[in-house]
Nanobody, 126 residues
Framework: QVQLVESGGGLVQPGGSLRLSCAAS????????MRWYRQTPGKERELVAS???????DYVDSVKGRFTISKDNAKHTVYLQMNGLKPEDTAHYYC????????????????????WGQGTQVTVSS
């Protein structure tokens, strides 16, 4: 099992910055693509940004130029640097990760995707 813990959310004024972190732990051989999502009440979860094992990144149009996703492969951690925050960025932010692990019983490597963590709340308001 691979678990995720998100942190770094909070209350910030418009134009401010926050840095979110998401650390994976467990029986990890390799972490591949890691992603940040966000969700507001009554809406579907939205993919905000992703970073591949090789470092390729992708962003939803609404955050391009303001958010930066990065990944520390040694620490199995993904970050989301959020600058120029807007009230419409207010949401609960979640991450997930694709990983490679080993089944302890069969000793076979298995690929998987993490379940959702508890997420971290970001509120942008004056």
């Amino acid at each position: 099992q691979v678990q995720l813990v998100e942190s770094g959310g909070g209350l910030v004024q418009p134009g401010g910055s926050l840095r979110l972190s998401c650390a994976a732990s467990g029986n990890i051989i390799r972490i591949d693509t890691m992603r940040w999502y966000r969700q507001t009440p009554g809406k579907e979860r939205e993919l905000v940004a992703s970073v591949s094992n090789g470092g390729s990144t992708d962003y939803v149009d609404s955050v391009k130029g303001r958010f930066t996703i990065s990944k520390d492969n040694a620490k199995h951690t993904v970050y989301l640097q959020m600058n120029g925050l807007k009230p419409e960025d207010t949401a609960h932010y979640y991450c997930n990760a694709d990983y490679l692990t080993m089944n302890p019983e069969s000793q076979v490597m298995v690929a998987g995707r993490t379940n959702w963590g508890q997420g971290t709340q970001v509120t942008v308001s004056s």
